[in-house]
């Protein structure tokens, strides 16, 4: 069962972890890190990833149980922070960002803010091997329907592999930082299986879709199972909707792991 994380430990352990040479221009330095071409559109979107989160956790903040001058101070922080992955801190050197923008006095607090935001919004934590065993089975899914086409749902189909490819670039370069935007991901995925289920007579008259329906449903509960987000195996006809409304309750940090699927 993988451990747990929440969104401001993400970003710390993130800022912490950044192994780039002071020397080097911070856009160059992420490129590296996480083996992208500097502005091209996988890296914008771990960019966006990045602020995104962090405009998460200033929106969070209003929420807890803080007085107002502290809620002030960890908003100025993680303002700092965002303005490292912004063009100020992009086209400098890593020591210039890391000097005035990911210091200790903006990105200590977000240790004590952990503890708080994990009550709210909290999720796995995946090491290497649960990753990779994710992004097997995303790749696994990918090719199956690359090879099996529908003649009148198609757009559905292609609707399916690109969300399974946000997952598995989120998955793979991004990593444990985008477990949350990897579950938004595989919203997207759930929601282009109710497409297809519904337009699909459930008469055998449409082989190919019913296949694809049923594999796509089967990956859905193996790929929660693995990540600690199924207590079941894939067994009762509502499963695809209990999956849709938990990963809603999780996205909006209205629950918690354990139990999020008891179906028997």
Request: zero cysteines.
């Given at each position: 069962?993988?451990?747990?994380?929440?969104?401001?430990?993400?970003?710390?352990?993130?800022?912490?972890?950044?192994?780039?040479?002071?020397?080097v221009r911070?856009?160059r330095?992420?490129?590296?890190?996480?083996d992208?071409?500097?502005?091209s559109?996988?890296?914008?979107?771990?960019?966006?990833?990045?602020?995104?989160?962090?405009?998460?956790?200033?929106?969070?903040?209003?929420?807890l149980?803080l007085?107002?001058?502290?809620?002030i101070?960890?908003?100025?922080?993680?303002?700092?922070?965002?303005?490292?992955f912004?063009?100020?801190?992009?086209?400098?050197n890593?020591?210039?960002?890391?000097?005035?923008?990911?210091?200790?006095?903006?990105?200590?607090?977000?240790?004590?803010?952990s503890?708080?935001?994990?009550?709210?919004?909290?999720y796995p934590?995946?090491?290497?091997?649960?990753?990779?065993?994710?992004?097997?089975?995303?790749?696994?899914?990918?090719s199956?329907?690359?090879?099996?086409?529908?003649?009148?749902?198609?757009?559905?189909?292609?609707?399916l592999?690109?969300?399974?490819?946000?997952?598995?670039?989120?998955?793979e370069?991004?990593?444990?930082?985008?477990?949350?935007?990897?579950l938004?991901?595989?919203?997207?995925?759930?929601?282009?299986?109710?497409?297809?289920?519904?337009?699909t007579?459930?008469?055998?008259?449409?082989?190919?879709?019913?296949?694809?329906?049923?594999f796509?449903?089967?990956?859905?509960?193996?790929?929660?199972?693995?990540?600690?987000?199924?207590?079941?195996?894939?067994?009762?006809?509502?499963?695809?909707?209990?999956?849709?409304?938990?990963i809603?309750?999780?996205l909006?940090?209205?629950?918690?792991i354990?139990?999020?699927?008891?179906?028997g």
């Amino acid at each position: 069962m993988p451990s747990i994380t929440d969104p401001a430990r993400e970003l710390s352990d993130l800022i912490r972890g950044m192994a780039i040479d002071p020397n080097v221009r911070m856009d160059r330095g992420l490129a590296t890190l996480f083996d992208v071409p500097a502005w091209s559109s996988d890296f914008y979107q771990i960019i966006f990833s990045i602020s995104s989160r962090i405009d998460e956790l200033i929106n969070l903040t209003d929420d807890l149980a803080l007085d107002d001058d502290y809620k002030i101070e960890i908003k100025d922080s993680l303002g700092e922070i965002q303005t490292a992955f912004g063009p100020s801190g992009l086209n400098n050197n890593f020591s210039h960002s890391r000097q005035l923008y990911l210091s200790a006095a903006n990105v200590s607090p977000l240790s004590a803010l952990s503890g708080l935001v994990r009550q709210m919004r909290a999720y796995p934590r995946l090491d290497a091997d649960e990753q990779q065993e994710l992004v097997t089975l995303v790749d696994e899914l990918i090719s199956w329907l690359e090879d099996h086409q529908l003649s009148e749902q198609d757009f559905i189909r292609q609707a399916l592999v690109e969300g399974l490819e946000r997952m598995a670039f989120r998955l793979e370069r991004i990593k444990w930082f985008g477990w949350g935007y990897t579950l938004e991901s595989l919203r997207e995925v759930i929601s282009a299986y109710f497409a297809l289920e519904r337009a699909t007579p459930q008469d055998g008259s449409n082989p190919p879709a019913e296949a694809m329906i049923k594999f796509v449903s089967q990956f859905v509960s193996n790929f929660l199972s693995k990540a600690g987000l199924a207590k079941d195996a894939y067994e009762t006809g509502d499963f695809m909707l209990k999956a849709y409304g938990a990963i809603q309750l999780l996205l909006a940090g209205k629950s918690t792991i354990a139990g999020l699927l008891t179906h028997g």
